[in-house]
């Protein structure tokens, strides 16, 4: 994503213009089976984006234990690989990846690869996270590619994906009439807009 069309080239790298303007990176969490929009965070493709991600993830889920191990999947970014072990121990974990090979733009092969513990390699899968980026890019013009309302400040953008979190996880029915925060234990009600306004918010 291009949170702003200034050219890079012109800024000092890893100023703080860098670190806000320019080329922008998403990494997005989400929850299986509930669709728990877990957590985000905006910035370069570093492991400090990465990790701030999994600051907030950590708030929102329960520490795995060995015998109630937590399963993680991703795409081939290492900086997965390196951030985890900050958070979670690797005997408590399962993390797999899915490298995908491309060649002109297309997708030819699929490597399911087992980083920690020991994942079932047929498990590996990122089609939900991905489905969950494409609803993204549906509900939120900032993120739309080429268009007008593209996000032109990344404090804005992260205000608009905190609340679409919240919508999302709180307000949004997905089936049999549960939002991903009731079928998470985080709720008992479907949230309204009016709910919202009108509530003071422990939530983060």
Request: some cysteine.
């Amino acid at each position: 994503m291009d949170v702003h069309k200034k050219n890079e080239k012109k800024v000092e790298f890893a100023s703080q213009e860098w670190l806000e303007y320019g080329e922008q990176w998403g990494y997005t969490c989400v929850k299986r089976e509930s669709y728990f929009f877990a957590s985000f965070a905006v910035g370069k493709w570093t492991q400090d984006t990465c990790r701030r991600m999994f600051e907030e993830f950590v708030l929102r889920v329960e520490p795995p234990t060995f015998t109630d191990r937590l399963e993680i999947f991703s795409d081939g970014n290492d900086d997965y690989t390196f951030v985890l072990p900050e958070f979670f121990r690797k005997d408590c974990i399962d993390y797999g990846q899915l490298v995908k090979i491309r060649e002109k733009g297309r997708v030819v092969d699929k490597i399911h690869r087992v980083v920690f513990g020991s994942p079932a390699v047929e498990d590996i899968e990122t089609t939900d996270v991905e489905n969950f980026n494409g609803i993204l890019r549906g509900r939120l013009s900032r993120l739309v590619r080429k268009t007008k309302g593209i996000g032109k400040k990344k404090s804005r953008l992260e205000n608009a994906l905190h609340l679409f979190q919240f919508y999302w996880n709180f307000m949004h029915p997905l089936k049999k009439n549960l939002t991903p925060a009731i079928m998470e234990g985080q709720a008992t009600k479907i949230w309204t807009w009016g709910n919202l306004i009108h509530t003071k918010l422990s939530y983060t």
